[in-house]
């Protein structure tokens, strides 16, 4: 049996994640951490398991990476799409994976890593991606208001609490999402949060919706 330790402050990703990986029979999370300090309790509570941690977490993972092998455990990166991981830091990971990896390639990867091999894809992950035709043509279909709605949807909101931040009826988001899963090709909320996130220029665009209304906010209040 996989233990796991999933870590990671994106909720939507880890509710997601969460999801894929416990639908297989030899796969158990023992524990969900959002933040740091809780990530390291688990490390230190739960021995020889497989520690899937996000480098959002913004902490020293050359003494997170020390901590996990010194309990018996293996560690995989969950990397921002496009960033660049040091020498120092791939050379002490059993594994890694982007945010835009299938839930099939996510399973493979904690499988074989639970296995005791090496799962990292490439020496390093640069900056060079392919064009994003996918993710450029749903941005450009999207209205700025439904940018606005899938940067808080991305941000964990209900549709009531979307409602408030945008000073309307609840009723008229539910609407607004309909039009966004129709062009999007999703089904529902973690659907979009995911496919947002897995397309960088989408997820870029919402980004800087939800900064515009969060100034837009902040000059009101």
Known sequence: ?????LADNQAIFRAGAARVLALEDDMRIVAQCEEASRL????SGFQNSVVLYAASLGMDQVALLTRVKA???RAVLI?????EIPESILQML???ASRGITGVDLVDCVRKVGRGQRCVNGAKVTTLQAPDTVGTRVRDRLTPKELQIVSLIVQGCKNKEIAIQLGTKE????????????KTGVSDRLELALFTIHHRVLAEAAAKAGALLQMKEMKSA
Do not use: C, F, H, W
């Open 1 to 5: 049996m996989n233990r796991i330790i």
């Open 79 to 83: 990397a921002e799409t496009g960033a």
């Open 171 to 182: 009723q008229v988001i539910k609407n607004y999402l309909r039009s966004v899963y129709d």
């Open 71 to 73: 309990s018996g455990s």
């Open 94 to 96: 059993d594994g890694m």
């Open 40 to 43: 390291l309790a688990a490390v």
